[in-house]
């Protein structure tokens, strides 16, 4: 099984566990849920952001649990909760899918030919 799924059944489990919970864990996991969610589209419709993010996702691990204790500090509560949220997901789930992209793209042959075949110069 790949890393990227056990993560996200693992994150699946947190978030069914914050739902029955309910009241103020609900609410944290939503907007945690929906940051991840905004942080995800924006990686991937962004190309050379999804690049620096497949290279450097292990230091990303690293910032966003930075981010969640200065949060904490600064914002209250309530933010740093759906931060933390968020980074569970990234740290279970995206950051690991991101590195297997990265690995399968590299076992990939690479293109042979000049770089003018590749674009479409009309």
Known sequence: ?????????????IIILAFMIGSYILTATFFGLITLIGF??????????KWIMSRSSK????????????ATIGYGLNIAAA??????????????????????KKELPKPIGNYREKFNWK
């Not at 995800?40 to 952001?49: A, D, N, R, Y």
């Open 40 to 49: 995800i589209v924006l990686v991937e419709s962004i190309q050379p952001l």
């Open 1 to 13: 099984m790949k890393q990227s799924t056990k993560g996200l059944l693992i994150f699946s489990a």
């Open 59 to 70: 230091i990303m691990d690293i910032m966003i649990f930075l981010f969640t204790i200065l």
């Open 83 to 104: 931060l933390t949220i968020a980074g569970i997901g990234y740290t279970l789930f995206y950051g690991p899918y991101l590195r297997e992209q990265r690995k399968v």
